[in-house]
T-cell receptor
Framework: KNQVEQSPQSLIILEGKNCTLQ??????????LRWYKQDTGRGPVSLTI?????NTKSNGRYTATLDADTKQSSLHITASQLSDSASYIC?????????????FGRGTQLTVWP | EADIYQTPRYLVIGTGKKITLECSQT?????MYWYQQDPGMELHLIHYSYGVNSTEKGDLSSESTVSRIRTEHFPLTLESARPSHTSQYLC???????????????FGPGTRLLVL
């Protein structure tokens, strides 16, 4: 069964600290993996996209890693800011059909405290 | 900031009423999607469209219907709202992508629906 599991479910950190969010997936055949940020009351916004051959991709203070062998990804946030408080969603797509298929994780709810 | 809009942002309505959730995008994207999201849960695809006059049901069974008469417009309709329809509804669109079957999806701000 194709699934995307994220951990932790929620996380509280102090402003300025670093954190790492985890994503494990069983989606096959794999096409790509995206991390989205969803602010409360808003739609998700794409942060990074990684294909099978990519190990690391950065977007400012966000760095995503992908290990396609172990089917794991992480999102590292450096020097956290209050505006980083949001839900971070891991999304994996397959390439099993013309349209493909997206599998969503439940997200990690990050709260940054001053 | 994505050019995709949803109205209304919040809607409180009584059981049995007919409602239409509006979604418009100005990016000229062919593909559009409707997702349902409950608090703390993953997004579930309920409808999608390849382009004008093309609509398909998604993975999550839904009593809603959609139409795609114009590229930029993808409204979702509930003929008779029930409390079980209470949820957040997110509209998204994506462009053609040269690699992989899915383009990056751009999401609207969502409509929070409460059916009493």
């Amino acid at each position: 069964k194709n699934q995307v599991e994220q951990s932790p479910q929620s996380l509280i950190i102090l402003e300025g600290k670093n954190c790492t969010l985890q994503c494990n997936y069983t989606v096959s055949p794999f096409s790509n993996l995206r991390w989205y940020k969803q602010d409360t009351g808003r739609g998700p916004v794409s942060l990074t996209i990684m294909t099978f051959s990519e190990n690391t991709k950065s977007n400012g203070r966000y760095t995503a890693t992908l290990d396609a062998d172990t089917k794991q990804s992480s999102l590292h946030i450096t020097a956290s800011q209050l505006s980083d408080s949001a839900s971070y969603i891991c999304v994996v797509s397959d390439r099993g059909s013309t349209l493909g298929r997206l599998y969503f994780g439940r997200g990690t709810q990050l709260t940054v405290w001053p | 900031e994505a050019d995709i809009y949803q109205t209304p942002r919040y809607l409180v309505i009584g059981t049995g009423k007919k409602i239409t959730l509006e979604c418009s995008q100005t990016m000229g994207h062919d593909k559009m999607y409707w997702y349902q999201q409950d608090p703390g849960m993953e997004l579930h695809l309920i409808h999608y469209s390849y382009g004008v006059n093309s609509t398909e049901k998604g993975d999550l069974s839904s009593e809603s219907t959609v139409s795609r008469i114009r590229t930029e417009h993808f409204p979702l309709t509930l003929e008779s709202a029930r409390p079980s329809h209470t949820s957040q509804y997110l509209c998204a669109s994506s462009d053609r992508e040269t690699s992989g079957p899915w383009g990056t999806q751009y999401f609207g701000p969502g409509t929070r629906l409460l059916v009493l």
